[in-house]
């Protein structure tokens, strides 16, 4: 069965060819780093994460290249603000993106790089620019002529008409144009600047991506240009137009844009409070999956509201898999599981539905649902050590398929705990004194003290510890 991708610059889906199998070439617009990545920035690293890892799973050999924004107005501004170096800040925040990577679980893409580091590039690429007669030499910088470029407009699907009702009036009389943007910026006194032909200054926001994803991936043509749908005008606009001025070849085959967040059906903003982080998240809730479930609960493209109910949905559904992993891997030491002697039916038709489902442009959600199917079917099958090898198996390639690592969090036990119950003489501080709770609580239940037993239970729930009377006898597990 073939891929199908939504193509945003055709407006329907698409068999996905890339130009030449089965090596795939994926650019996304990455972070600006003149603050923290928020959950927005989250959910755009994430979707894309996913991307890689499916089409890898589906035999593709993927390319993939993720920017750094590294010189911009708003990083210029925030050290002024700061009263810091801009590379001061920028070495910070970069630091700090790469921590809030590693807390997420996704992988750093094959070429990470920063802008200051290729612009002699983007000045030859500039000067190609004005050599065709796409751009112009002003005393404030060089800027690209939009109504040259006869195809401008053909990804956002708006006319010029429409786009000079929207445009931002630059108070900037050398443009020819209002609708011309920057490919250089001419540097204020107190601004840091590179020489050029042109004057010094610095590259333009959007020639940066132009530049950095045709050397970097290698050619002329991408398969694949992601981003965030705030992006198509006039940041994806405005590379394609640079690009396919340059090079007269489509820039990019398949142009993918996810859907944007909010939190509780408003804007995210600082100055609303509702501003969250990937760091405030993590130390929060401890669980960078929880966000992942939270971002599998809607498609890609569609846009999704982030609240604590959700976040609580999303918990309960960790919950659901870690259980069921844990029964698995508990299994594994009771008994020697076989090495794959049979197949069964059910856990083909389930990872026939996962593919099926990613193959429909990346349908995470089903494929989510798949795995839950899998959860549902297993419990039924648990004693069934051949069964239970067969769906091992299955469960962690499709939750890695996801960027779910099952063995990230461990909730069966802990090497220490600290808790306080009061129940008996029992002072619970590590997990051997939980395991003497429940040889007090199974006593109880034998003498059918069912109070103390139920104490018991409750007061290890409210410090975290869940009870689970099995056939095999009571075990535990830290609640998520």
């Known amino acids: 069965m073939p891929i ?40 755009s690293l994430y979707v894309f994460d996913c991307l890689r890892r499916y089409l890898q ?51 750093r893409a094959d070429f990470e790089p920063r802008a200051t580091e290729n612009i002699p590039e983007m000045i030859k690429y500039i000067e190609g620019l004005i050599n065709k007669g796409y751009a112009y030499v002003t005393e404030t910088g060089v800027y690209f002529k939009v109504r040259k470029f006869k195809d401008y407009g053909k990804l956002s699907g708006q006319s010029i008409e429409q786009m000079l009702t929207g445009v931002r009036k630059e108070p900037d009389e050398s443009k020819k144009d209002p609708l011309d943007f920057a490919l250089w910026k001419i540097a204020k006194p107190d601004e840091p600047y590179w020489e050029s032909a042109f004057g010094r200054g610095r590259p333009g926001w959007h020639i940066e991506c132009s530049v950095m994803s045709q050397k970097f991936l290698k050619t002329e043509t991408l398969d694949i240009h992601a981003g965030g749908r705030d992006l198509i005008f006039p940041h994806h606009e405005n590379e394609i137009a640079q690009a396919e001025a340059l090079t007269d070849k489509p820039f990019a085959k398949y142009w993918l844009h996810h859907g944007l967040l909010t939190i509780n059906s408003q804007k995210m903003a600082k100055s609303m409070g509702n501003f969250v982080t990937v760091k405030d998240f993590v130390a929060k809730y401890k669980n960078a999956d929880l966000l992942k479930l939270f971002f599998l609960s809607a498609h890609y493209s569609h846009p999704i509201d982030y609240t604590e109910e959700k976040i609580e949905e999303a918990r309960q559904a960790l ?3 870690l259980i069921l992993r844990d029964k698995i ?6 008994q020697q599981l076989v090495s794959g002697s049979k197949k069964f039916n059910e856990i083909e038709e389930i990872k026939n539905k996962f593919i099926e489902a990613m193959d429909d442009d990346f349908n995470a959600p089903q494929g989510l649902a798949s795995i839950f199917e899998l959860v549902n079917i297993t419990n039924k099958n648990i004693d069934d050590p051949e069964f239970i090898f067969e769906a091992k198996v299955l469960l962690y390639n499709l939750a890695d398929r996801l960027g779910l690592n099952l063995s ?28 003497s ?23 290890l729930e409210e410090k975290g510890v869940i009870l689970e009377d099995t056939k095999e006898g009571t075990i535990w597990r830290r609640k998520i």
């Not at 199908?4 to 617009?29: A, G, M, R």
């Not at 920017?67 to 920028?90: C, F, H, P, Q, S």
């Open 4 to 43: 199908k991708i939504y193509n945003s610059l055709t407006h329907k889906k698409e068999e996905f060819i890339p130009l030449n199998p089965p090596k795939v070439n994926i650019y996304t617009c990455g972070v600006t780093v003149y603050d923290e990545c928020h959950i927005g920035h989250a959910r």
């Open 57 to 107: 799973y589906r035999g593709f050999k993927v390319n993939f290249v993720r920017n750094i924004t590294d010189i911009e107005d708003k990083i210029i501004n925030r050290a002024k603000e700061l009263k810091i170096g801009w590379k001061e800040l920028v070495d910070k925040y970069i630091n700090r993106y790469y921590e809030d990577l590693e807390a997420l679980g996704i992988e």
């Open 319 to 321: 919950e659901r898999i």
């Open 329 to 334: 891997e508990r299994k594994a030491t009771d």
């Open 408 to 435: 990230r969090y461990v909730i069966v036990k802990a090497e220490v705990i600290e808790l306080r119950v009061s129940s008996g003489d029992v002072s619970v501080r590590t997990e051997s004194d939980i395991d």
């Open 437 to 459: 709770l429940i040889e007090k609580r199974n006593k109880a239940r034998k003498n059918k003290d069912f109070a103390i037993s139920d104490k018991i239970r409750k007061e």
